[in-house]
């Protein structure tokens, strides 16, 4: 599935679960990759970085347990970025995770905030918001208790700052899960 969050718009893979390499093999659980591949060019640093962010959140929720000493592969394709891409690659792999029909113990969603200069918290920034912001922070939400299972944060900023964002953040989630429940809902009522 292909997700945007305003211009800014990721393409999810799943490929999955199957035979793993021997080197790559967990006997207790499926072994799961993920590939983040930048709009142009190869990956580098930043996005190997935002890959095991990626890969920790899904190991959260994936009942790899059910498929042991298989492999699952999610690779993330940048088509643009506006602002916000790493929490619409959050949202692009939990809707990956789902299209596939992975066993989850919950959804996932990611939020990103930005700190104006103002005090203001802004909610999917863009790419100039982020810019001017004194700190970006992005949090993936779980949908079962509104538990966070990743946070970054570019900047800085106070406890009660990153604890207003939180809130707002997971305010934000519901409106996520309610998107993922109308996708799913008009996908599959289609007959």
Known sequence: PSLSAGDTSVLAGLYGPAEAKLSKELPDRAALEVLLRPKVGLP??????????????????????LHPR?????????????????????????????????PLSSLFCGVTCALGPDDAIALDPTARQEQEARAVLTFAIDSSERKVLMA????????????????????????????????????????
């Not at 970085?49 to 929720?61: D, F, G, K, M």
């Not at 959050?90 to 789902?98: K, P």
Request: aromatic share 4%; charged share 20%; glycine share 6%.
């Open 44 to 65: 580098g640093v930043l996005e190997r970085s935002r890959e095991q962010q990626l890969r920790q959140t899904c190991e959260a929720v994936v009942l790899g347990v």
């Open 70 to 102: 298989t492999a699952v592969t999610l690779v993330l394709q940048v088509l643009s970025d506006a602002g916000s891409l790493l929490s619409c690659c959050l949202n692009a792999a939990c809707m990956g995770l789902l299209d596939a029909g992975l």
């Open 152 to 191: 970054t944060t570019k900047g800085s900023c106070s406890v009660e700052e990153m604890q207003q964002c939180l809130v707002t953040a997971q305010r934000a989630a519901d409106t996520i899960f309610q998107f993922y429940r109308d996708s799913l809902h008009r996908r599959y009522s289609k007959s």
